[in-house]
């Protein structure tokens, strides 16, 4: 994996390769006191202690998956512009993933999970609750370093199941569980880079409205009726978007509710 050469002007054309490592996040942010050259990407064969949003745990075997970290530098976005980030980033891992697996079946689950649909159980069938219907391919974590108002570097951390074939968590699903087929880490990888840096691009070239749109044509439960859990209790509402800030917006109740990280569930 050391040896990859994507079709990139700057991702991936400096890598880093541990063939075991707690968090290539971890590793990625200490990197930065040496200001390491935009694209720097740090891949591991083997993460003991991947991190997803607010502390959750990456569950990955080695030499199954991809986990790998980005350090760029977005110094065109302001804090408050943040979250074009997670979209940009979430686009382009949807579009490679939409490579391999059918379209219509991949999702972005806000803020930033990788979600398969699972086709609904046939009439008759009666469907495990234990089983969950629509299952997690991969997760991203972005962490951003500010300075002079300005994002001056972001390292984005993805992990992508591909090749593994059990899980602990039920939730969680691979390409090769989908399609019975194993895959050539190494080509997906820089195939995904070039996705990741396409998308980033056109965010660099003030094209993030177009990329908001996109985004929610891709959101997971966009516009549908679901159940949902907040401090107050579960209720029924309908995911309508997504704020510059990233927080999500819910109609429930006939009124719009605003949340930010955790402060909701998926049910």
Known sequence: MHNIK????????????LPSCHSTNDYALD?????????TTIITSDQTAGR??????WETKPDQNLTFSIIWKPHFLSPSKQFDLNIAVSLGVADFVEQYLSKGQVWVKW????????????????????????KKLGGILIENQIQS??????????GLNINQENFKNLQAISFSQITKKSYNLKVAL????????????????????????????KLYRYQERHW???????????IVGVTPEGKLAVLRDNRLRYYNFKEIVFL
Not at 31 to 39: A, C, D, F, K
Not at 52 to 57: L, M, T
Not at 228 to 238: A, C, K, L, N, S
């Open 190 to 217: 820089e195939q995904l880079l070039e996705k990741l840096e396409g998308y980033y691009l056109q965010l660099h070239t003030k094209k993030s409205k177009v990329l908001k749109i996109k985004y929610l044509q």
């Open 111 to 134: 803020p930033n999970d990788l979600y398969f649909k699972l086709p609904k159980p046939t009439s008759g069938q009666i469907p495990n609750q234990d089983l969950f219907l629509d």
């Open 31 to 39: 990197l930065l006191t040496s200001r390491p050259m935009e694209g």
């Open 228 to 238: 949902f859990r907040d401090v107050q209790g579960i209720f029924e509402g309908e």
């Open 149 to 158: 108002h300005r994002i001056h570097y972001t390292v984005i951390g993805i």
């Open 52 to 57: 997803g949003q607010r502390g959750n745990s």
């Open 6 to 17: 994507p079709q990139t002007l700057f991702t991936g054309q400096s890598v880093i390769y």
